[in-house]
């Protein structure tokens, strides 16, 4: 353990890996009163992800994620569970690789499966074949380039790749600088599985967004676009391939960006996820729309229910649909009726679905449940009664003995009435009538929410509460799965009321004798540090805030950024076209209001971030620094819109419990630090300020 040096009113941009090496100079022992999750164990919990099963549900895959914190990395492995009645065990199998590219994909009716996995020596990303009933493993594919999006034919008779079209051969292109934002047209591929022949069985002109089969194996749909240009995707369509004759059909020509495409059984109809209306009108919740091969329009499903949908497949009859659907701070699973069109949840619970699969053929479903006691067993779901059966025990052990803090749903008006609610995290030891300070955290997105679980690291909500400070996720307007007219407030304006949802909510707090109004604390990280750049800028409640990846400019962001069209809506326009609605964008950039902070606020940002590019954070930072309020930034070396790297998250953790420590008078916080130090080679900036 080491105790934090804390620099009161830093006025200077500092690495993390500079600041860090104070970590260890003023390294000690530090006792914590109780048994609840420190920074270091909180990083080291083993993350689950990419969970998926074999037909009959006899074995479970998914990759685990844990920090190595002498390498500075996160390593990922591939895990297999043997399932019976009594539960589930780990088993070994040769060869697995390290950090795969991919989920297991598992043969149908078979217990055999692929993985997409790094050769080394410039091989690329290729199919390796396991099989834990002989222990056998080969590499499949040696495929110029690389392959990606694998899957299989129904039938398990070959496997289906998408890697690019054949490259053109002429020497000339070795000496060509290609245009930004362009690509190699994509092709897809077909490897027999008996005789190892491979064959073209799509080429497409231009990129291919995604496939899939219908079950009887007689046709494809792809979805592919023609201009490269990434933030261009609305542009991509449709079109179901025969594979006995050869024809292609078009499909949609809407410019409607349709997610995760699939046929029916029978290939004559076919569903997505788009984020329109049901007249294709944009900016809308995701939701689910069903239509018949040679129909105009699509039909939307329950147009009615404020649910944003996740995820989807069709049942084994063609009759319904299975779903997973955000309804805010839970995520359930649903069955939609095409005859009908009647929704019906399944599964119940505070709780939060992920990672679900599902298997036509013999009906069953897994997926993750995140909750306040754990980050997300797999389990079972009984699709009749919603009954969850836990088939992992991943975080019995790491968690045991420890306190956890309880969560629960919080809901209250904003002052126009609309109703609302968020997730409060009681602090660990929690009394009533006690007041305490009070961590407001903003989600990213915006079009995203709050839910039961919360276990992510750029919020590590156990370790707060550990530390004492009650923490209150609210769930403002633009966010989704409260319905349409929710998440589209934004539009014309971006903070037209989020920024007061979450003031209302923190004034409710207050008035309910839970929050203490002199300890309130502001933080958030992309849509969420827009928040708080926003918040600070109108208000001095907040004794301290720490601000990751957030606006400054939404007029430069606009052209930075690799993502825009999205952000249209909420200005009325882009920043460039004729008539532009500039003050709708200077309006709601905080920088320039940023000569009213005197919240002491840290400023974070990933040095390779191209979605909130670190330029937005040293605006901030530039312009609180010249009011002469305590402000820091600190730029992650090689990192992109989320932090990777351990000791990044972990510098991140203990600089910030350091900051909101130090600005509400307490104890000088005692920075927890791993065994291993990781920072034994440079691992954050070269320590100048820009």
Same mark, same amino acid.
Request: with cysteine.
């Given at each position: ?187 897809? =591929? ?126 084994? /009859? ?81 968690? /045991? ?80 799965? =409260? ?101 709708? =964008? ?73 900051? =909101? ?30």
């Amino acid at each position: 353990m080491g105790k934090f040096s804390s620099i009161r009113g830093s006025l200077t941009v500092l690495s993390m890996s500079a600041m860090a090496m104070s970590f260890q100079t003023y390294a000690q022992d530090a006792t914590q009163g109780d048994n609840s999750l420190d920074p270091v164990e909180f990083l080291e919990l083993p993350r689950v992800a990419s969970v998926s099963a074999s037909h009959d549900g006899r074995y479970l895959s998914y990759v685990l994620s844990a920090p190595d914190w002498a390498e500075d990395e996160t390593v990922e492995t591939l895990r297999i569970l043997r399932c019976g009645d009594d539960g589930c065990a780990g088993m070994a199998l040769n060869n697995l690789p390290e950090s795969p590219e991919t989920e297991a994909i598992w043969r149908p009716r078979s217990h055999q499966f692929v993985v997409v996995a790094e050769v080394e020596e410039e091989g690329g990303d290729q199919i390796h074949l396991f099989d834990p009933e002989t222990g056998g493993a080969s590499q499949v594919t040696n495929h110029p380039g690389g392959v990606r999006q694998v899957s299989w034919l129904p039938d398990g008779s070959a496997l289906i790749y998408e890697s690019d079209a054949e490259a053109d051969d002429d020497a000339a292109n070795e000496w060509r600088i290609e245009p930004f934002g362009s690509a190699d047209a994509d092709a897809l =591929y077909r490897i027999d599985m008996t005789s190892g022949e491979t064959s073209v069985i799509f080429a497409s002109a231009g990129l291919i967004e995604g496939y899939s089969f219908s079950e009887n194996g007689r046709y494809l749909i792809v979805r592919q676009r023609f201009d490269p240009v990434a933030e261009d995707r609305d542009a991509a369509e449709l079109w179901r391939i025969d594979l006995r004759s050869g024809e292609s059909r078009q499909l949609t020509e809407n410019r409607v960006r349709e997610n995760g495409a699939r046929l029916a059984p029978d290939g004559e109809t076919f569903a997505y996820i788009a984020s329109v209306n049901a007249g294709g009108e944009p900016y809308y919740e995701d939701n689910l729309f069903v239509q018949a091969v040679g129909e105009e329009a699509p039909r939307l499903l329950f147009p009615h229910e404020r649910l944003e949908v996740e995820a989807f497949a069709w049942d084994r /009859s063609g009759d319904s649909i299975w779903v997973v659907g955000n309804s805010g701070l839970r995520s359930q699973l649903y069955r939609v009726s095409l005859r009908g069109g009647a929704l019906t949840q399944v599964t119940f619970g505070d709780h939060s679905l992920s990672d679900w699969t599902y298997d036509s053929e013999s009906g069953r479903h897994f997926g993750r449940f995140a909750n306040e006691h754990s980050p997300g067993e797999i389990h079972e779901i009984d699709p009749r009664t919603g009954a969850l059966r836990q088939r992992s025990a991943i975080y019995s052990t790491a968690l /045991s003995g420890l306190t956890l803090p309880k969560q629960r749903a919080f809901t209250w008006s904003a002052a126009d009435g609309q109703k609302l609610e968020g997730l409060l995290v009681y602090p660990v030891g929690y009394q009533a009538g006690q007041r305490y300070p009070l961590v407001t955290i903003t989600h990213g997105g915006p079009r995203s929410s709050a839910q039961f679980g919360s276990w992510n690291a750029s919020r590590y909500v156990p370790v707060l509460a550990g530390q004492g400070y009650a923490v209150f996720l609210p769930n403002h307007r633009g966010g989704t799965g =409260y319905g349409d007219a929710f998440m589209r407030a934004m539009v014309g304006n971006y903070f037209r009321n989020a920024h007061t949802d979450v003031l209302s909510g923190v004034d409710t707090l207050v008035a309910n004798g839970i929050a203490d109004p002199d300890r309130l604390i502001k933080m958030g990280w992309s849509a969420g540090g827009h928040m708080t750049n926003r918040l600070i800028t109108m208000t001095n409640r907040f004794v301290a805030a720490s601000s990751g990846a957030g606006v400054a400019d939404w007029v430069s962001l606009f052209g930075e950024s690799d993502r825009r069209s999205g952000r249209i809506p909420w200005f009325g326009g882009t920043p460039w076209q004729e008539n532009a609605p500039l003050q709708s =964008y200077r309006s709601q950039s905080p920088v320039f209001d940023a000569w009213k902070v005197r919240t002491p606020t840290l400023f974070w940002s990933g040095g390779d971030d191209e979605r909130v590019p670190p330029t937005q954070a040293i605006l901030m930072f530039r312009a609180v620094r010249d009011t002469g309020t305590p402000t820091a930034l600190y730029l992650g070396k090689g990192e992109p819109h989320n932090f990777r790297r351990p000791s990044h998250k972990l510098f991140k953790i203990n600089r910030e419990l350091a900051w =909101y420590a130090e600005h509400l008078g307490r104890d000088a916080y005692e920075a927890d630090l791993p065994a291993i130090d990781p920072r034994t080679e440079d691992s954050g900036g070269d320590g100048t300020a820009p």
